[in-house]
């Protein structure tokens, strides 16, 4: 397995996990842990989080800090610090009419950008919320916004206010959607003040499967690190990572309860850490989160948080490549058919592949000095194709020669740490 590039400073694979829609979807004591439990079992290393300023901003300096809205942010925020989750905390802005706050027209306002302030320091230093790693500013401001000098200005002048208040915290942006070159500006214009830099990317099938997702991540990275020769070191993140099709929308996807949702994601998570990505979340966890969505890995508690497909293939991603981890790739030469090896230093190796086409493909393992047998992650649904093939996979041998069939169409999640199988 040859090495054609490492993530550095990996922090996981996680997913947008929001408390917003939680009171009205009834979501009591006993209905969130039934939640906590199955994202404990899921091992994220990293989820991004709603915060609206709205929950909490009263007037200028004043704030309502026990507002149903604000119990269940930090009742989230303290599961994600009692789990050692990091956070990425994203105010979703202010001007858009169903975020409008009392007398605050604009995101680059001072009493606005002291509200998000407040509520950072409020979160990080009244509640000790430590996992709290990043904050952006304005979720897809490309489209919240529209004016990328008048955000540039906001960034600025978050940035200041949380260098005095919470400096632990770095800021991170530029969360865009499309619009390639609001990261490009950021990257360029705002470097002295992000500390991380992130975007979203809801790709295609056809982007997915024929790897041209890897070619834009990466090209969206060299970029960045050509107008900042720090970004090598700073954290570069894909916040918002799923997959479109035709019917989707902000809501809904019709693609979400599909097997080959399933496969595809497992597909996008190789491509983006060979792109370059040092985290990649997906949107997003739940239907309950949002009011009539349904893009999420579980539906809602009225279906018992029943699991879509693709929650065994991403918790099994989650699982089986913990912080820390270094990638490499491997050259399979067919078409569809991606692999990836990450090890840890102290939690053992995971290799995964995807096979698209329409015959099984037999790939070589790599030897990891020390380790155990290979294991498949999960055996409930990680094989896509055929859930069957997945109870037959046994333990395979960890020394040279040692080969895994993926069926067609499928996936395969192989592990030698045996604190990462269900």
């Not at 169903?98 to 706050?101: D, G």
């Not at 080969?403 to 604190?419: D, E, N, W």
């Given at each position: 397995m040859s090495?054609?590039?490492?993530?550095?400073?990996?922090?996981?694979?996680?997913?947008?996990?929001?408390?917003?829609?939680?009171?009205d979807a009834d979501l009591d004591a006993g209905k969130w842990n039934d939640l906590t439990r199955i994202v404990?079992?899921?091992?994220?290393?990293?989820?991004?989080v709603m915060i609206q300023a709205k929950w909490h901003y009263r007037g200028p300096g004043q704030h309502d800090w026990d507002s149903p809205d604000m119990r269940g942010l930090v009742r989230l925020l303290k599961f994600c610090q009692h789990q050692r989750i990091a956070v990425i905390l994203c105010d979703w802005g202010c001007e858009p009419k169903?975020?409008?706050?009392p007398g605050i027209t604009g995101v680059d306002e001072p009493d606005y950008l002291d509200a998000v302030a407040a509520s950072v320091e409020h979160l990080v230093v009244r509640h000790a919320l430590t996992c709290i790693r990043y904050v952006t500013l304005v979720n897809e401001p490309n489209h919240e916004v529209g004016d990328f000098d008048r955000w540039a200005r906001a960034a600025r002048g978050l940035a200041e206010r949380l260098s005095k208040q919470v400096p632990a915290v770095r800021m991170m942006g530029s969360d865009n959607t499309g619009a390639p070159e609001w990261l490009d500006r950021a990257s360029t214009e705002l470097r002295d003040?992000?500390?991380?830099?992130?975007?979203?990317?809801?790709?295609?099938?056809d982007e997915v499967r024929t790897g041209a997702l890897q070619s834009f991540i990466r090209g969206a990275w060299d970029r960045a690190i050509a107008?900042?020769?720090?970004?090598?070191?700073?954290?570069?993140i894909l916040a918002e990572a799923g997959l479109g099709s035709p019917g989707s929308g902000a809501a809904s996807n019709p693609l979400h309860d599909t097997d080959e949702y399933a496969?595809?994601?497992?597909?996008?998570?190789?491509?983006?850490?060979?792109?370059?990505?040092?985290?990649?979340?997906a949107w997003m966890l739940d239907d309950d989160s949002h009011p009539g969505f349904t893009w999420g890995m579980l539906h809602g508690w009225a279906h018992q948080h029943r699991r879509k497909p693709w929650f065994h293939t991403w918790s099994a991603l989650c699982r089986a490549f913990p912080p820390g981890c270094t990638f490499s790739f491997a050259h399979t030469h067919r078409e569809g058919v991606r692999q990836m090896?990450?090890?840890?230093?102290?939690?053992?190796?995971?290799?995964?592949?995807?096979?698209?086409?329409?015959?099984?493909?037999?790939?070589?393992?790599?030897?990891?000095?020390?380790?155990?047998?290979?294991?498949?992650?999960?055996?409930?649904?990680?094989?896509?194709?055929?859930?069957?093939?997945?109870?037959?996979?046994?333990a395979?041998?960890?020394?040279?020669?040692?080969?895994?069939?993926?069926?067609?169409?499928?996936?395969?999640?192989?592990?030698?740490?045996?604190?990462?199988?269900?």
């Open positions: 090495d054609l590039g490492r993530a550095a400073c990996f922090e996981g694979f996680g997913f947008e996990w929001d408390s917003r829609n939680y009171t404990a079992a899921m091992r994220p290393g990293i989820v991004r169903w975020l409008n706050l003040v992000l500390g991380a830099y992130d975007f979203h990317r809801y790709a295609s099938r107008a900042d020769p720090d970004a090598t070191t700073k954290p570069r496969l595809y994601m497992v597909d996008y998570a190789i491509q983006a850490v060979a792109g370059g990505c040092t985290a990649v979340l090896l990450g090890q840890h230093p102290n939690m053992g190796a995971s290799w995964c592949a995807v096979n698209h086409s329409d015959d099984p493909v037999t790939l070589p393992l790599p030897s990891v000095t020390g380790a155990g047998p290979w294991r498949p992650v999960s055996v409930q649904a990680v094989l896509v194709g055929d859930t069957k093939a997945a109870n037959d996979v046994d395979i041998s960890p020394l040279a020669g040692a080969t895994a069939t993926v069926p067609p169409r499928s996936a395969l999640v192989l592990s030698t740490q045996p604190t990462s199988l269900e």
